[in-house]
């Protein structure tokens, strides 16, 4: 598994995988906030282009391993409803060293959120509104 969008809570527990040369393991995970510009969040839904996105998902994936030595990178979208405290998105990169970790990592996180056609729908008390997304 390189990435996945899913329907079911996110295993961050079963995300990473390291092999004996690893030293760092960088792991990443997006949670569902109780608020968003001064209103109070209820809930969060999730919806994408599948056909789309996860190509696209694989090509940061396989962006981040050319760019930086990395044994592993794995991308993990949530899709449908989440509640508050929920994990919406994680990202685990291996690699021998933390720097090169720390770098894919952020690196995926910002391609992912900037390219790949994922919307979310914020739920408040008094509306919803569609946000984010390409």
């Known amino acids: 598994m390189t990435v996945r969008l899913v329907r079911e809570p996110i295993d ?9 040369a690893d030293g760092a393991l960088c792991l990443f995970v997006g949670v ?13 839904e999730y919806e994408a282009y599948e056909e789309m996105a996860l190509p696209l ?3 940061i994936a396989a962006e981040a391993r050319s760019r930086w030595r990395v044994s592993e990178v794995r991308i993990v979208h949530r899709l449908g409803r989440l509640e508050v405290g929920d ?14 970790a720390f770098a894919a990592c952020r690196y995926a996180i910002d ?3 900037a390219s790949v056609p994922i919307w979310k ?3 408040y008390a008094d509306g919803e509104v569609w946000l984010g997304g390409t």
């Open 111 to 113: 391609a992912l959120k």
């Open 121 to 123: 729908k914020e739920f």
């Open 32 to 44: 569902v906030r109780d608020h968003n510009e001064g209103r109070r969040v209820l809930r969060l």
């Open 87 to 100: 994990a919406s998105v994680a990202v685990a990169v291996t690699s021998a060293h933390r720097g090169e």
């Open 12 to 20: 961050v527990a079963a995300l990473p995988a390291t092999n004996p």
């Open 57 to 59: 998902m694989e090509k």
